[in-house]
């Protein structure tokens, strides 16, 4: 019996852990528009991204994450939409999130752009009612707590970019500041700021810095990124590091399958007390382009 219960307290204190935490992928220093509705791929016609994670391999009920998301750019608009689908199981919860997405490019100056994004979320919380094990099986006090249930909210973001730099901002789950009810899916904020070189050298530098708050966590994390080319004019792979408050080390991993796929892998290892029982995280990303089918006469980038 002491067993079942220290079963069950675990996955309260998952379903409490995840409450208070953010459902976040890694790759998202490659693909901002995971967390950023303002996130723009202005350079082609339409892209779609998979992409998993599994976390602390071996830990029981431990999170596992999937993605998929499609968006679209309008030159002669100066928009994008787009369509974001998130899933996400922690020991018997299960989440899922729907976003549509609307982004305006706003052009201050012939090299930096202002991009201002809106998403509007369906989210729903499901159980696993036959992974609860109790000593008090059929208590009503564990089940009534366990419905399943539909919720709104809303993302805002922006970013200023060129070439080389991208700042940005985003807001995640507005709507939960003024609803108590929604304890899976609190606000959550992040800055984040990057630049990447693009030079004739067989080697280019990119690093990155972002800052995260959900509720009363803060975190911040670093990265550093060599692409590497097999001639001087197109990325072959890339590498990189990632360092995470407070004792989180990741290793980055990018490869050009073709002109317009990409494959990415992260793995980030917990240096804190949950490395006794885990092997840390793995995430795969795909990232499939379609090219402009033509050029606009009119546009200004």
């Given at each position: ?132 094990k109790s000593p008090t099986q059929g208590d009503p006090f564990i089940y009534e707590r366990l419905m399943k249930a539909n919720y709104f909210n809303s993302d805002i973001g922006f970013e200023v970019t ?140």
């Amino acid at each position: 019996m002491k067993r079942e219960i220290l079963i069950i307290l675990f996955f309260i204190i998952c379903s409490f852990i995840y409450g208070q935490d953010n459902i976040r992928l890694n790759n998202y220093w490659w693909e901002p528009y995971i967390i950023n509705p303002a996130a723009m791929e202005k350079d082609h016609l339409a892209e779609f991204t998979l992409a998993g994670r599994k976390q602390w391999i071996l830990f029981p009920g431990a999170p596992a994450t999937l993605y998929a998301s499609g968006s679209l750019y309008l030159d002669e608009m100066h928009t994008q939409f787009g369509l974001k689908i998130l899933q996400d199981k922690i020991g018997y919860t299960s989440t899922s999130n729907i976003s549509l997405t609307y982004a305006y490019a706003i052009r201050l100056n012939y090299n930096w752009r202002v991009h201002l994004g809106l998403a509007l979320d369906i989210q729903m919380i499901s159980y696993d009612l036959s992974q609860i094990k109790s000593p008090t099986q059929g208590d009503p006090f564990i089940y009534e707590r366990l419905m399943k249930a539909n919720y709104f909210n809303s993302d805002i973001g922006f970013e200023v970019t060129n070439k080389i730099w991208r700042f940005g901002m985003a807001s995640q789950n507005l709507f939960s500041l003024f609803k108590t009810d929604n304890l899976n899916f609190v606000n959550t904020n992040f800055i984040y700021g990057g630049y990447r070189e693009y030079n004739h050298d067989y080697v280019n530098l990119g690093y990155g810095i972002s800052g995260i708050q959900y509720k009363n966590l803060y975190q911040a994390e670093i990265n550093l990124t060599g692409y590497f080319k097999v001639t001087r004019e197109s990325n072959a792979f890339q590498l990189g590091l990632l360092y995470r408050t407070w004792n989180e080390l990741g290793f980055m991993f990018g490869i050009n399958l073709s002109k317009n796929l990409f494959l990415y892998y992260n793995y980030d290892y917990d240096f804190g007390g949950i490395s006794n029982n885990s092997l840390g995280s793995h995430e795969i990303m795909l990232v499939y382009n379609i090219e402009k089918v033509f050029k606009c006469r009119n546009c200004w980038y």
